[in-house]
Nanobody, 128 residues
Framework: QVQLVESGGGLVQAGGSLRLSCAAS????????MGWFRQAPGKEREFVAA????????YYADSVKGRFTISRNNAKNTVYLQMNSLKPEDTAVFYC?????????????????????WGQGTQVTVSS
């Protein structure tokens, strides 16, 4: 079992930056691929980014490519999402998730059903 706790959300002006963190419990963090998803009010949860167990492979949604960077530190059991050039349409609750198995390939890692554990979410609000 893995417990995930996100932090780093907040209110930022358009064009600004935030770095989200997701701390995982347990000793097997490096056996999980990790993903970030977001959910805006009235919308479905959508894929943002994913990173493989070693950190060598990453995937991004087209809407964030070039602006967001996912990374992980397996020694610290933490995955990060650096968000730059934020836009009002990035406003959402951001969730991290852990994937306990399966191939690290699209479209699989971009689907919520591929993940076994979820954090409680952190709010990101971007003002115009």
């Amino acid at each position: 079992q893995v417990q995930l706790v996100e932090s780093g959300g907040g209110l930022v002006q358009a064009g600004g930056s935030l770095r989200l963190s997701c701390a995982a419990s347990g000793r097997t963090f490096n056996t999980y691929a990790m993903g970030w998803f977001r959910q805006a009010p009235g919308k479905e949860r959508e894929f943002v980014a994913a990173i493989s167990r070693s950190g060598s492979t990453t995937y991004y949604a087209d809407s964030v490519k070039g602006r967001f960077t996912i990374s992980r530190n397996n020694a610290k059991n933490t995955v990060y999402l650096q968000m730059n050039s934020l836009k009002p349409e990035d406003t959402a609750v951001f969730y991290c998730a852990a994937d306990n198995g399966g191939l690290f390939l699209l479209p699989r890692v971009a689907t919520t059903n591929s993940y076994d554990y979820w954090g409680q979410g952190t709010q990101v609000t971007v003002s115009s």
